[in-house]
C-alpha cells in the first residue's frame, strides 16, 4: 500500500494550501471537501497529470465520514500516513440565538469528525511507528467566546486533545501538532457571519500560504504546538496571564461589536 497526505477542507482557505504543499513534495494526496468543483480545480491546478490527488466529495458532519474515508482509501490501496485535520467552521451570534442544528454541525466537523479520523489511523500509524496528525486549532482555542461559544469551545478540545496524544505516542515515532492561527485572508470570518467583530479586526490577518507554510513545517519537525505572527502569540501570552474572569470580560467585549 502507498502512503497517503488526507487533506479535510481542501476546497478553500489553508486546506488548498496544505494540498499545494504535499504535492510539492511529491505526495500522494488525499483532497476531502463537500465541494466537489472546488477539489477538481483544485487537482487540476495543482496536479495536471493525475497522478498525485485523489478527489473525495464527503461532508464530514456525515456520522460516517471517517469510515467512509477509511474505505476510499483502501479501494485505491493507500494508508493515512498524515493526516491534515482541516475542516472546520463556526457561527457568529449568542448561542440562544443561533440554530440548534448549525451549532450542533461545529460539533460534528470540528470535534466528532476530527477525533473520529485521528482514532481510526493513529492505532496504525503507531503500529508502523511513522505518521503525523495536524489539527488545526485556532487562537480561539485559549479563551472562552461568546458569541462564538461553540466555536471557540471546539478549538479548545482540539488544543487539549493535541497536547494530550502527542504526549501518549512521543516515543513512537508519531507526531500530533497543532496549529493555532489567528484571523486568516480567507473566506471563513465571511461565511461565520464575522467579518466585523472587534477581535477578528484586532488581530492582523496573515497571509494563508505563509501560516500553511509554517503549520506544514512544524508538522514536519515534530512540533507540539505551530503559534504564527507575533501578533497571535501576544494574544495567547495574554490568555496565560490575565485572570479569567477579567479574560472572559475582555474578549465580551471584544465579540459585542459590529
Given amino acids: 500500500m502507498q502512503p497517503a497526505v488526507v487533506v479535510t477542507g481542501a476546497s478553500s482557505g489553508l486546506g488548498v494550501e496544505f494540498a499545494r504543499l504535499a504535492v510539492a513534495e511529491g505526495a500522494k494526496t488525499v483532497l476531502i471537501a463537500r465541494n466537489i468543483g472546488d477539489l477538481q480545480r483544485l487537482a487540476a491546478e495543482i496536479d495536471p497529470s493525475g497522478q498525485f490527488t485523489v478527489v473525495l466529495r464527503i461532508d464530514l458532519a456525515a ?3 471517517s469510515e467512509t474515508i477509511a474505505h476510499e482509501l483502501k479501494v485505491r490501496d493507500l494508508y493515512c500516513h498524515t ?11 449568542d448561542a440562544v440565538e443561533l440554530d440548534r442544528g ?3 454541525g461545529i460539533i460534528a466537523v470540528n470535534i466528532r ?14 503500529e508502523r511507528q511513522a505518521g503525523r496528525i495536524l489539527n488545526v486549532a485556532s487562537v480561539a482555542g485559549f479563551a ?11 478549538k479548545a478540545y482540539l488544543v487539549s486533545l493535541s497536547q494530550a496524544l502527542m504526549r501518549e505516542v512521543r516515543s513512537s515515532g508519531v507526531t500530533v501538532t497543532c496549529l493555532c ?5 480567507t473566506p471563513f470570518l ?8 472587534r477581535l477578528f479586526k484586532l488581530l492582523r490577518k496573515l497571509p494563508v500560504d505563509e501560516v500553511a507554510h ?11 504546538l505551530c503559534i504564527p505572527g507575533i501578533g497571535t502569540k501576544a494574544a495567547i501570552a495574554v490568555t496565560r496571564f490575565v485572570p479569567r474572569g477579567l479574560l472572559l470580560a475582555m474578549v465580551t467585549r471584544l465579540q459585542r461589536g459590529r
Fill in 113 to 126: 469528525a476530527a477525533t473520529d479520523l485521528m482514532l481510526r489511523f493513529l492505532p496504525d500509524m503507531v
Fill in 83 to 93: 493526516l491534515i485535520n482541516n475542516a472546520g467552521f463556526g457561527l457568529f451570534g
Fill in 190 to 197: 465571511t461565511r461565520a457571519d464575522a467579518q466585523q467583530v
Fill in 102 to 104: 448549525h451549532q450542533l
Fill in 63 to 65: 456520522p460516517d465520514a
Fill in 144 to 154: 472562552p467566546g461568546p458569541r462564538m461559544a461553540v466555536y471557540f469551545a471546539s
Fill in 214 to 224: 509554517e503549520g506544514w513545517e512544524a508538522m514536519k519537525a515534530g512540533r507540539t
Fill in 181 to 185: 492561527p489567528g484571523p486568516l485572508r
